[in-house]
């Protein structure tokens, strides 16, 4: 027996299923506040159905599961979250047996082929819808109700509070349902569980195999020992690979481009070499004609 922190919460802890059945019944009886756990052995081993149309009858799917050995204690069509309408999705609940894990054998439902696989494990915070308080359901709280939209000590459905006015938390008083996530209180409570969660998981395996992991990285990042060299080393390595170098002699044939320039060049070598003997010729009858002209002036 423990008391917790808060002072006025008494944690019980039986040691055998015997006591923890006569503690449950004598708290029941004498009708004294209090939530626990069920029983492993008393849970039912849940299972999903897919494959089967969403109108069929799930009596019929409860008959043939019966037929095949397995007790079911309830069959829940599974709806869409906003708009309600069923899904080709069942959840079964089983009574517990040694032989639950057989159902993942069967391909056939009333001569439809499904797929039966186990449900997907949320990781979200467990919150009673009647103390609306954390880490219990409400099929094993046996505390007051409180109303989710006020807060006060009465079941949800029977509450009056009007649409309009605005809501009050159970659990923080604060303006808000007692069930919205970004309570303080439920953000308090999902830190607490979810922040030790990763490390308790881990085994012993795991853990080894990370520190293998971690050796093998650390010896391929060490450096590779490079050999010692001098300078004279290298320059002798320069010269022999110099000298095994063949030289490759290439002859640049001409293109069209360079056959364009030479023909221009002789061309304007040519019109050169003209205009000048033009131009000495003119010189020269030039000079014949002043010389011609000068005596007539006299």
């Given amino acids: ?27 029941i009886d004498n009708s004294i506040n209090h939530y626990t756990y069920k029983l492993k052995s008393e849970r039912a081993y849940r299972v999903v159905i897919r494959g089967l149309h969403a109108t069929e009858d799930t009596t019929m799917i409860k008959a043939e599961l019966n037929s095949k050995g397995h007790e079911v204690r309830q069959i829940v069509n599974v709806l869409h979250r906003t708009t309600k309408e069923k ?21 056939h439902i009333n001569h439809v082929k499904v797929h039966i696989e186990a449900p997907y494990k949320k990781k979200e915070v467990l919150q ?50 007692a069930s919205y996530k970004g309570c303080i209180k439920y953000m308090q409570y999902k830190e607490k569980i979810f922040k030790t969660e990763p490390k308790s998981r881990q085994t012993k395996q795991q853990l080894h195999k990370a520190t293998q992991q971690q050796q093998s990285i ?5 450096p590779t020992p490079r050999p010692s060299t001098t300078y004279s080393d290298i320059l002798k390595n320069r010269q022999n690979n110099f000298k095994k170098q063949p030289i490759n002699a290439t002859i640049v044939e001409p293109g069209p481009q360079d056959n364009i ?3 221009l060049d002789t061309m304007f070598n040519k019109f050169q070499a003209i205009m000048k003997d033009m131009i000495d010729n003119m010189m020269d009858q030039m000079i014949k004609l002043i010389t011609r002209l000068a005596p007539q002036r006299d």
């Fill in 128 to 177: 009673c819808k009647r103390c609306q308080r954390f880490g219990h359901s409400k099929n094993q709280c046996f505390r007051p109700f409180r109303c989710v939209k006020c807060g006060n000590e009465h079941s949800t459905t029977s509450c009056v509070k009007p649409p309009e006015t605005e809501a009050t938390c159970a659990n923080c008083q604060g303006k808000h349902p």
């Fill in 87 to 107: 899904l080709p999705l069942y959840f079964v609940d089983l009574e517990p047996r040694t032989n639950n894990k057989d159902i993942f054998n069967i391909k």
């Fill in 1 to 27: 027996m423990t008391t917790l922190r808060s002072g006025h919460i008494i944690k019980l802890m039986p040691t055998d299923i015997g006591t923890y059945k006569a503690i449950r019944d004598n708290l």
């Fill in 218 to 222: 650390n010896e391929n990042a060490k």
């Fill in 261 to 263: 320039t030479s023909l």
